[in-house]
């Protein structure tokens, strides 16, 4: 069915399918991303509570395939237990999130103590609830397309929700880790759909007959460059580097700090191959600029592999959409199958290259022990500096 708003169709309708859908997507795609700007304006709160939303939206966009395709109607409480098995899940990761990030917060509060303490009990006792309602809810008819539902539930779980506390944590470490990766990929999913309606001929992958090998390279040029020039600009903003962090004094969360190195400008050496072309021998740039090329190269190469598999799972079981919320793009879960990849892609890079110990937790963890287990971390730490010639 068409649904596409009545006024677009009333304005579009002298023009061929192909120009009104290329105006439909357009015009969509610029009230996202207006979007996008409005919440990243509101800030990092506003932000998490949307990708909550999103996930729960995603959530449901997949649920509610499975529930059709597997004619799941007759099911007892499947989905009931679904959603209650994406409740025991996000508690479990909020909770985690709210320990490692705001720990002050977290020691402060007598009720989020308890909570903070036990966290990992509750959370099993959570979920060892729901697989026993799964376990008594079996009916003798339906056991196998039961566990085909419970097994989709718990797939869908992985996909969605796991990856979704991903681009939370990334959120956290500076919301530049946040607007970066998904602005390249909304970069390179829009660039690609261009050079490939205008320049396209060459098919890239069976699994999206639409996909051209000219709007891939096309795509890949343009989101390295914007990534990197998109890495200057938010550089040199303290309120887009800086990591979210609870503030006692205010008791709000705050994004103020000194900027690390990667966010201050260094000078480079220019290679000599480049230096006679250019005409310089240095440049002045931030070394997160680097980073982002890492970024911007990932969302542009591998990226679109999400959006492959997304089509795959589509043509597996024949439906074009994973739902019509947005007109000409399909559901949220269209719109979302790269960024989820993409999030796991900057949460590892963030681990690996970029995180190092951080001190202000170990000192947080290390006010909430005993008395004597603090003198004793003390002694310990001051004969290892003794032995080392520090003290």
């Not at 015009?27 to 990708?51: D, E, N, R, S």
């Not at 996000?90 to 303490?117: A, H």
């Not at 099993?124 to 079996?138: E, H, I, N, Q, R």
Request: charged share 15%; hydrophobic share 45%; with cysteine.
């Amino acid at each position: 069915s068409d649904d596409t708003p009545e006024v677009l169709n009333r304005a579009l309708s002298n023009l061929s399918s192909r120009w009104k859908n290329w105006w439909v997507r357009g015009i969509l795609t610029l009230a996202m991303i207006t979007f996008f700007f409005i919440i990243i304006y509101l800030g990092p709160m506003v932000l998490m509570t949307i990708v909550m939303c999103v996930q729960i939206k995603c959530f449901h966009e997949i649920i509610t395939i499975g529930y059709n395709v597997y004619h799941s109607y007759d099911l007892p409480w499947f989905r009931t237990l679904s959603w209650y098995f994406l409740l025991c899940v996000n508690y479990f990761f909020y909770g985690e999130t709210v320990t490692d990030y705001f720990f002050t917060l977290v020691q402060r509060e007598e009720p989020l103590r308890i909570l903070s303490k036990y966290h990992r009990f509750i959370s099993f006792a959570l979920y060892l609830t729901g697989f026993c309602m799964f376990v008594l809810s079996l009916v003798k008819k339906h056991y196998r397309l039961q566990f085909y539902m419970f097994g989709w539930t718990h797939v869908t779980l992985l996909i969605v929700v796991t990856q979704s506390h991903l681009i939370i944590h990334n959120l956290f470490e500076g919301m530049i880790w946040f607007i970066v990766p998904i602005s390249c990929v909304i970069c390179n999913d829009i660039m690609a759909y261009m050079f490939g309606f205008f320049f396209g001929r060459t098919p890239l992958i069976k699994l999206s007959p639409k996909k051209t090998w000219e709007g891939f390279i096309g795509g890949f040029f343009s989101t390295v460059l914007f990534g990197w020039l998109l890495s200057y600009v938010m550089s040199g903003y303290r309120c887009f580097t800086c990591p979210v962090e609870f503030n006692n004094d205010t008791n709000s969360f705050t994004v103020d700090c000194e900027p690390s190195e990667l966010f201050q400008l260094q000078e480079y050496n220019i290679p000599l191959v480049l230096q006679s072309v250019v005409g310089w021998k240095t440049v002045r740039m931030y070394p997160f600029q680097i980073h982002s090329i890492a970024l911007s190269t990932f969302a542009s190469l591998i990226g679109p592999f999400g959006g492959f598999f997304a089509s795959g799972f589509k043509r597996a079981f024949k439906i074009k959409d994973f739902a019509n919320t947005i007109p000409g793009h399909g559901g949220i879960m269209d719109r979302f199958d790269c960024q989820y990849l993409m999030a796991t892609f900057v949460n590892v890079y963030i681990a690996s290259f970029i995180r190092g110990p951080n001190p202000s937790k170990l000192i947080q963890q290390f006010l909430t022990l005993r008395p004597d287990q603090q003198l004793h971390i003390f002694n310990t730490l001051k004969a290892h500096l003794v032995d080392r010639g520090i003290l």
